[in-house]
């Protein structure tokens, strides 16, 4: 879907609310779907690279995400905007959430029910995982980085933040030369 026009503050604040009261357990495959898919804010490649970006911040990155797409179409107030409609109504909730689980929360229903919704996530995020996979695949080169981190993560058991570290600016410095071309690189 490509998206014609100006994303107003009220779309960047509902969009994010909506997406954020589409989820439990993590809401980024929920927030592909909304934010390319359907709404068509971002194209499928653009979405994965700002992903990407937005790992490497720190921060939960679905707010990193709404932040940086805020900002991209309505500067400042647009990166507020989207951040508060992404808390507001799960903020809320889980007051709420909360109360009812300290009260009920060792019920062996309630516990059932928490385990099925975890099931649920892990599911959502893999589905999620494979789609921007689809992506990479079109540059077939940076594949390279992700077997990379992820056998130095996984197998080594090397920290993340060092990983990242050494491999972000060579995979963009590889990326910038290979793909776009950039005489810098």
């Known amino acids: 879907m490509e998206r014609q026009g100006e994303i107003t503050h009220s779309e960047l604040f509902w969009g994010f609310t909506q997406i954020a009261l589409s989820g439990f357990g993590g809401v980024m495959a929920w927030a592909r779907r909304a934010i390319v898919e359907k709404r068509g804010w971002l194209s499928s490649e653009e979405f994965t690279t700002l992903f990407g970006l937005c790992q490497f911040m720190p921060g939960?990155?679905?707010?990193?995400?709404?932040?940086?797409?805020?900002a991209r179409f309505q500067g400042a107030s647009g990166a507020v905007v989207s951040l508060l409609g992404l808390l507001c109504g799960p903020f809320v909730i889980i007051i709420a959430?909360?109360?009812?689980?300290?009260?009920?929360?060792?019920?062996?229903?309630?516990?059932?029910?928490?385990?099925?919704?975890?099931?649920?996530?892990?599911?959502?995020?893999?589905?999620?995982?494979?789609?921007?996979?689809?992506?990479?695949?079109?540059?077939?080169?940076?594949?390279?980085?992700?077997?990379?981190?992820?056998?130095a993560v996984v197998f080594l058991h090397w920290p993340l933040v060092m990983v990242m570290v050494g491999l972000a600016p060579v995979s963009m410095w590889v990326a910038a030369r290979r793909y776009c071309g950039s005489p810098w690189a």
């Open 60 to 70: 939960p990155n679905i707010a990193n995400l709404s932040v940086c797409i805020g």
């Open 97 to 151: 959430l909360g109360a009812l689980y300290g009260r009920f929360g060792e019920l062996p229903a309630i516990q059932a029910m928490l385990r099925g919704i975890a099931a649920v996530a892990a599911g959502l995020i893999l589905a999620m995982g494979v789609r921007m996979a689809a992506d990479l695949l079109k540059r077939p080169f940076l594949m390279i980085f992700s077997a990379a981190i992820l056998a």
